[in-house]
């Protein structure tokens, strides 16, 4: 869980750092030019520049352990299960914004005619990229826009596999657990697993006002790990676990350059 937070702490002064790196630029006097004259003048950052907002969306298994049909009612089991998202995003050009998110959700997936299972507990938190196809980010000119959506990022996670009871249609034996400590038999990896994880995907917004705005948004999750199923007796990282997410968002813009942000000047 150290692990995970010092991740966590990373990405965010990395976000921090490349918009810096976005908000200054340098500047020479055309009238002197010696070295001790040279400055970086910075450009304002405004409030309006940012939306703020979260949601939430369903997580389905993309692993060779799961199957193809969504379960909804089959005793305790569930697949479709809510995961919620928080995340804020700044404006760096018509084209583009750059942003983090933070998911907090499950993921459960039966398969072998419902004999056996999989599920797993997961924190997230990315970077993100976002470049809009219609080349209006923001939406300041139309009403919508299509985005493509590239991120990196952490998730800490536990997962277990275990059998089900057909007659009970409830949880049986444990076949394998990451993160569950000693608390239950089977194969066991008593620590929560932290992996690097990446997405690609497409999201279409539309403006509600010019405050409000809605967000649908479908990534593909690739983790660098092969224990989001808790199968410890899987040894290939080919292929990885990962998840297909889609969700829904309400994002707030704050408008009037009363909103606008002081930064440091050099």
């Not at 002197?32 to 940012?50: C, G, H, M, N, T």
């Not at 298994?61 to 009612?73: A, F, K, L, S």
């Not at 997230?124 to 139309?142: L, N």
Request: charged share 20%.
């Amino acid at each position: 869980m150290h692990r995970f937070k010092h991740l966590v702490v990373f990405v965010f002064i990395f976000f921090l750092i490349s918009q810096f790196a976005i908000a200054y630029e340098p500047t020479v006097s055309l009238n002197y030019v010696a070295p001790q004259k040279l400055k970086r003048v910075s450009k304002p950052w405004f409030i309006e520049d940012f939306r703020f907002g979260g949601g939430v969306g369903y997580g389905l298994y993309v692993t060779n352990q799961m199957d193809y049909e969504i379960t909804t009612n089959y005793g305790d089991f569930k697949e479709l299960i809510p995961t919620y998202f928080g995340a804020i995003y700044k404006k760096v050009n018509s084209r583009l914004e750059m942003g983090v998110q933070a998911r907090f959700g499950s993921l459960l997936s039966l398969k072998s005619d419902n004999t056996q299972g999989t599920s797993c507990d997961f924190n997230e938190v990315q970077i993100s990229a976002v470049y809009s196809f219609t080349g209006d980010v923001v939406m300041d000119r139309k009403p919508y826009t299509i985005n493509g959506v590239f991120s990196l990022g952490a998730i800490n996670f536990r997962s277990k596999y275990f059998e089900v009871d057909t007659k009970t249609q409830k949880e049986g034996r444990i076949i394998g657990s990451v993160g569950y400590g000693n608390a239950i038999a089977g194969k066991v990896q008593t620590e929560r697993q932290t992996a690097l994880i990446a997405n690609t995907g497409v999201a279409l917004g539309y403006r509600l006002n010019s405050t409000f705005s809605l967000y649908w948004e479908t990534t593909y999750n690739m983790s660098a790990s092969n224990k989001m199923s808790g199968n410890l007796f899987k040894r290939s990282l080919i292929p990885p676990d990962g998840y297909l997410y889609s969700s829904v968002g309400l994002f707030i813009r704050f408008s009037g350059k009363r909103g606008q942000l002081s930064c440091p000047k050099f």
